[in-house]
């Protein structure tokens, strides 16, 4: 007779960004996703990276408190780019993610993207913030056209993505790459350590 093996832990990830689910299919989990739909302007913070965390937190925190995620882990995330000390989002618009381009281009700026799983089964909370630098190719006006009139920029945060149509913008990373698409998986094994749970044990 083979061995028997329990069911993994119900799996939530409290975000709309394909981006994150893929990465963490990628890594052998198979999540449910449940957008938690809070305000992010209603949050600030003193920095770039307190203020990714805050936004995870508060997103993980509204999902775990619903009726549908009893006794999962639940995975909040949020990034943010900061570049000369501010912490810059998703743009509002073409116009703001041409400017953001502009000023980005041949120089470097951190990825910070605030991690935070909370074991509704436990209530107990663990978070963090993981940091990446990211730099940017020196690209054309012609490319930063062509690269908004796709639309991309405004659905990303910091207005670019390593795994999308600007990934040959970017010259380099210092630091975890899956990061810089929207969550660091050394790091969430280590949050799942804090709790006593091995990422091997969510494997489907």
């Not at 501010?86 to 281009?105: C, I």
């Not at 012609?142 to 990303?156: N, Q, R, T």
């Not at 945060?157 to 660091?184: H, K, Q, W």
Request: with cysteine; aromatic share 4%; net charge negative.
């Amino acid at each position: 007779m083979g061995r028997m093996t329990a069911a993994p832990r119900p799996l939530v990830l409290a975000s709309a960004s394909p981006a994150r689910l893929n990465l963490l299919r990628q890594a052998g989990l198979t999540p449910h996703v449940i957008v938690s739909g809070f305000d992010e302007d209603s949050v600030a913070a003193d920095t770039p990276a307190e203020l990714a965390l805050a936004l995870a937190e508060a997103k993980a925190g509204v999902v775990a408190r619903l009726e549908e995620a009893a006794g999962a882990l639940v995975i909040g995330c949020d990034s943010v780019l900061e570049l000369d000390g501010e912490a810059l989002g998703k743009p509002a618009d073409a116009e703001e993610a041409t400017a953001r381009w502009k000023s980005m281009r041949g120089r470097a700026g951190v990825l910070r993207t605030g991690h935070c799983v909370v074991d509704t089964a436990t209530g107990r909370q663990v978070s963090a913030t993981a940091s990446t630098t990211v730099r940017f190719g020196e690209v054309t006006d012609a490319e930063i056209a062509a690269y908004v009139d796709s639309g991309e920029p405004l659905h990303v945060a910091g207005a670019f993505t390593l795994d999308g149509l600007s990934a040959p913008f970017i010259e380099g990373i210092d630091g975890c790459a899956g990061n810089v698409i929207g969550l660091s998986m050394p790091l969430l094994r280590s949050l799942l350590g804090e709790l006593g749970v091995s990422v091997t044990d969510l494997w489907a």
